[in-house]
């Protein structure tokens, strides 16, 4: 699932790069994460949290060696919990930072949407909108004969340029309202609703 979501943020942020929903999670407070490696250190481990990948990694192998001390792998988990912070909804537009501050730690990627949850989250209706969205401008611009590129926005090859022509921007305006995807405007109103629980 986790690559069908980050799969599903690079498709929809090429093809709506103001406008995509997306999720992100900080990196962990660091005197929290200083608190967790203490406890470890306490306890004769050693915790290597260089990054989210490591951290997971680390975690991993310990609950294979704890696995006959399932109270004292509780109480880890709990501590390795505290120094996390939140994981959010944002308008990519929302947060101009050339995706400094878009990816999602605790999964280890630079890009991220919930895509495949359609029961439990207004989100992913909105993600699965704006992916059909950005795949009927593709059949269109394919259709029209256009010198683009097949697939310029679901595909491995991206250029920018193509995406950015008058042809591929007036594709893009019509699948959007065809689809109902959100402006800029209401898409932060979205995030914030989907954040607030």
Known sequence: ????????????????????????????????????????????LQLNASSSSELNQYLER?????????????????????????ATYFCSRDVIDNGKDWGHYALAVPLYTHFTSLLRRYADIVVHRTLAATLEAEVMLDLNEKKLAKRCFTGLRFNKEEVESFDAQKALAYAAMKYVVPGTDVLADVAAFCNAG
């Open 62 to 86: 310990i609950r294979h060696e704890l696995k006959d001390d399932s109270v004292f792998f509780d109480v880890l988990m709990n501590y390795a919990t505290k120094p996390m912070q939140l």
């Open 1 to 44: 699932m986790k690559t069908c979501s980050k799969t599903a943020a690079q498709v929809i942020t090429r093809a709506y790069p103001s406008c995509a929903l997306l999720r992100r999670h900080p990196e962990p407070n660091l005197s929290k994460l200083r608190d967790l490696e203490s406890f470890c250190s306490k306890h004769g």
